[in-house]
């Protein structure tokens, strides 16, 4: 038996006209590698989507720990912080997609969902779907096969659909779930830290900054984070420092004075310590050498 759907001939696409995604890289995180994490940090005009697809851990997304698990996706808008809390004993496998030039209707610029939706969505029956794509996405790319940035592109389309179900679906199943409201001293001191962490602050400083003391001032922020507020200054400069290494070519040295510290040798030490490896290693593993199409490779070799 023959069984044909019809598309509805109302059916319009929410990305037309200004609101044209880009896709801009994607990764695939195996579980081994996770114990070198993606440390504290933040993206100012694109969205991250990552698909948990296997292992747990507790991750610090904006101010608060989330317990994250196989099926879980992660919606980090732009100007959210988050820090990958992992380790050899909770190693995460997952693929994340990173998005540019979003303009959804109603929403902040580059958002995909509303500020207020949260942050963490299990897929449930849209997990395979998923992986799927993401898998297909990451595969396509790396591989350099031929067309394959307009291939991943349309299917980026179908993931952030996807996306957006799995979002509406959790929002109408939790409507009278009670939100707790975020200490607002403790948002004053994360809003500071990150406005400031490039500066050479203090637990000091920031008490007089803030007009509190300083021994409050940090009770007040680790209840709510989990981390004294030293610790996530730390942390807050590691993560930064890993964009700057993995998106751009600038020597280890800027680097390391641009996100707040005065001598590569105590940044190399910082790093390495929160990382599990140098900043350069870092860099030198982290990004994937786009193979050559096997037509090329045929073609160099009858050449030589």
């Given amino acids: ?6 598309v509805k001939k109302d059916f319009q696409s929410v990305f ?3 609101n044209n995604p880009k896709l801009l ?3 695939d995180i195996r579980p081994d590698t996770s114990a070198h994490p993606r440390v504290m940090h ?21 101010d608060k720990k989330y317990k994250v698990q196989q099926g879980d996706l992660l919606i980090y808008n732009p100007g959210v912080v988050h820090d990958e809390i992992s380790g050899s004993d909770n190693l995460v496998g997952s693929y994340c997609i990173a998005v540019g ?22 897929t449930g029956e849209h997990f395979e779907p998923l992986k ?20 991943c592109h349309s299917l980026m389309h179908a993931v952030l659909v996807k996306a957006l179900t799995v979002v509406g679906v959790k929002a109408s199943n939790n409507e009278e779930t009670e939100v707790e409201e975020p200490s607002i001293l403790g948002q004053r001191i994360k809003e500071y830290i990150d406005k400031n962490y490039t500066e050479p602050i203090t637990l000091q400083s920031m008490g007089e900054a803030l007009n509190i003391s300083p021994y409050y001032l940090s009770h007040v922020f680790k209840e709510m984070s989990g981390y004294s507020p030293m ?13 700057l290494l993995i998106s751009t070519d600038l020597p280890v040295t800027t680097i390391a004075g641009m996100v707040g510290y005065d001598t590569q040798s105590y940044f190399n030490l910082q790093f390495s310590k929160n990382v599990g490896m140098p900043p350069k290693k870092y860099r030198q593993n982290y990004l994937v050498e786009t193979r050559q199409p096997e ?5 160099k070799k009858k050449e030589s």
């Fill in 1 to 6: 038996m023959n069984v044909q759907c019809f």
């Fill in 16 to 18: 037309t006209g200004k």
């Fill in 132 to 151: 799927t794509l993401f898998e297909m996405m990451f595969r396509s790319l790396s591989s350099g096969e031929i067309n394959a940035e307009a291939f």
């Fill in 101 to 122: 030039n979003l303009h959804m209707p109603e929403l902040k610029e580059y958002a995909l969902i509303p500020q207020d939706a949260g942050f963490v969505f299990p």
């Fill in 231 to 243: 610790q996530y200054l730390l942390r807050r400069r590691i993560g930064e420092a890993q964009t």
């Fill in 295 to 299: 037509k090329k490779r045929r073609k």
């Fill in 25 to 27: 890289y994607v990764s």
């Fill in 42 to 62: 933040a993206h100012e005009d694109f969205v991250e989507l990552i698909l948990i697809c296997s292992g747990s851990s507790e991750y610090l997304i904006h």
